[in-house]
């Protein structure tokens, strides 16, 4: 049997599902680690499947050659540095959908866990009380509850409240107020609007800059007396402080928490001890299903990642399934050599000159592909020199932001002279310049238009370009120059407007054209500039997909 060509670490426990399906696969390799050797064992590792207690952060990430796919069995990936992760080139996926109704019945259960006082009832029976007085409850229904983040999980939550005969209202920033009605909720346009109308708020956000300290001493204040607060989404969306604070002064009725600014919670920890304050240890997500259920998708999608090159549920790149990109593949190779053209043409053009934008228009046939993508192989190829780190189709983008060049991507139906063309405009301090491609039957690469001129030159191979005054003896010239260095010209293609005006020419060369031949042809009266071009050879793989970096 031969080796298996891909190993999978896995460094937080994952169900026997998971690691079934991986095992299946006579590919791949599983090897377990741990967390805190999680930088040593990803060199000699193809990807890697984590749950909560992995953290990768830019020091594990960075420097890993092999390291391609890190999928996150659960949702919140704010235990991966994505930043380190896209400039690394590393795909980071999650498995948003696995754990949603138990995340959500957790919150639920938090929810009438406050509103009946079960905790501290089920807490005083162990200890052989019968405080029937003092457990006194709320009910549900006829209670306003206010979800705040109307994703899967809140979305959820919010179904279970109607059930029970709740009015819910909501705040999604990201949500029509269409959708809201179609689930018959109230939505508001901001969290301030909602604050003070409700008696039970359930958090279902990220934890990003606008949802941190969302729940502080100031919007406490404009509660209703007796709110009820659960927390199942992320830690420091809910200000501890402040929580613990309302809390004791008996502003909140209870608060529920899932989640905390520090995991495991310390046991020191003001919120601990507090009677109206309920705490579980991140269990939103434990249960059998959900945890069998995140186990069998971050299995599916490294596998369909590492083995078919799928991508799914993505984050820091476009989703494109292998079928998708069997049919994308000959266009992300024409990107990516209309990349590498125009970066080795801005060299030696431009020289000094800084980059400041480049565009990308598809026409055609070609913008019912997946553009985002070709885009992303394009950059690829403009960022293949100049950067220390390789460029690919994850990283290239955020490559060219953080040199402060704008990308920006135009698609339009109408075909033009061809079924499909794809123009890319590059513009620098000095000018810009632009240059098409397009695919002739369904797999030969055609540069097809060069500084303003039609022609027809293969995008492969070794490339002699020359501007240059269309006047008769000048080919002949370039031949026997060609001849003389013992380089021969395999096809050669010219674009022109008008007899003896300006005209550019590109040599399909079998072998590297020597300097001395570029200045012996640069020195010729008629020609005006000459660019070598070094391209990959035809059918030659994209260099990120088949299975190196
Ligand atoms: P989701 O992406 O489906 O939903 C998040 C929603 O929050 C989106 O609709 C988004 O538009 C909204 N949102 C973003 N910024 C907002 C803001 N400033 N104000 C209001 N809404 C905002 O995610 P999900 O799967 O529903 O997960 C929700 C949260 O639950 C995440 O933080 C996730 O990490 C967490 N989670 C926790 C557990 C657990 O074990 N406790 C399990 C799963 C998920
Ligand atoms: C998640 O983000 O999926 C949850 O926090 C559950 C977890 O994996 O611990």
Redesign the pocket.
């Known amino acids: 049997m031969s080796e298996p060509k891909f190993r999978v670490l896995i460094t937080d426990s994952l169900s026997d599902a998971g690691l079934d399906i991986l095992r299946s696969f006579p590919e791949i390799e599983v090897v377990e680690g741990s967390p805190n050797t999680v930088r040593e064992d990803l060199k000699n590792a193809d990807g890697i499947i984590i749950r ?1 207690g992995t953290r990768l952060t830019a020091e594990v990430l960075e420097g890993q050659p092999r390291l391609k796919v890190a999928v996150r069995a ?5 235990n991966i540095d994505l930043d380190a992760a896209t400039r690394e080139g590393i795909v980071v996926m999650n498995t ?2 696995g ?2 109704t ?2 959500a019945e ?2 639920f259960a938090m929810m009438t866990s406050l509103a009946r006082n079960i905790p501290q009832a089920a807490a005083s029976m162990a200890d052989g009380g019968w405080e029937k007085k003092k457990f006194k409850g709320s009910q549900l229904a006829g209670k306003t509850l206010a979800v ?9 939550v919010a179904k279970r409240g109607l059930a029970f005969e709740m009015n819910v209202i909501g ?5 029509s107020e269409e959708r809201a009605a179609e689930y018959g909720i109230t939505l508001y346009r901001d ?1 301030d609007e909602l604050i003070d109308k409700c008696d039970f708020i359930s ?6 800059e ?2 941190r300290g ?1 729940i502080n001493s100031a919007r406490i204040e404009r509660m209703r007396p007796g709110v009820r607060i659960v927390n ?3 830690g420091g ?1 809910v200000d501890e402080n402040d929580i613990v604070e309302a809390a004791k002064s008996g502003k909140i009725a209870g608060v529920a928490l ?2 905390f600014s520090q995991e495991p919670l310390p046991a020191d920890s003001p919120l601990r001890g507090v009677p109206n304050i309920v705490l579980t240890p ?5 249960t059998d299903e ?1 945890q069998e259920a995140v186990a069998i998708e971050a299995a599916e999608i490294i596998t369909a990642f590492l083995v078919n090159n799928e991508v799914r549920h993505a984050i820091n790149m476009a989703p494109i399934s292998g079928r998708e990109l069997e049919e994308s593949k000959a266009y992300l190779d024409l990107g990516y050599r209309l990349g590498l053209l125009q970066s080795q043409l801005l060299q030696q053009r431009f020289k000094s000159a800084g980059l400041k934008e480049a565009s990308i228009a598809y026409r055609g046939d070609v913008a019912d592909k997946k553009t985002k993508l070709i885009t992303s192989a394009f950059v690829a190829g403009l960022m293949s020199s100049g950067v220390s780190e390789p460029a690919n189709i994850i990283n290239a983008e955020a490559i060219a932001r953080e040199r402060g060049i704008h990308i920006t991507e135009s698609s339009s139906r109408d075909a033009g002279d061809f079924a499909s063309v794809v123009s890319a405009t590059v513009r620098t301090d000095n000018g810009e310049f632009s240059v098409s491609g397009t695919i002739f039957g369904d797999k030969f690469l055609r540069l097809v238009k060069l500084d303003g001129f039609l022609l027809d030159a293969w995008l492969d191979g070794q490339l002699l370009i020359f501007r240059h005054q269309d006047k008769p003896g000048l080919i002949g010239f370039i031949g026997t120059e060609c001849g003389t260095h013992e380089i021969n010209i395999s096809h050669m293609a010219l674009g022109r407007d008008d007899v003896g005006g300006e005209a550019v020419a590109v040599l399909n060369l079998d072998s590297k054209p020597t300097e001395e031949l570029r200045a012996e042809v640069a020195g010729h009266e008629y020609v005006t500039g000459v660019d070598l071009v070094e391209l990959p050879a035809r059918g030659a793989a994209l260099p990120w997909l088949d299975g190196s970096r």
């Open positions: 909560s659960g949702v919140g990936v704010d948003p959908a754990n949603t138990s995340t957790h919150a705040i983040g109307l994703g899967r999980i809140g979305m959820t705040y999604d920033p990201f949500l969290v958090i279902h956000t990220p934890l990003t606008e949802t969302l199942c989404a992320r969306i899932d989640v991140h269990l939103g997500a434990s959900a």
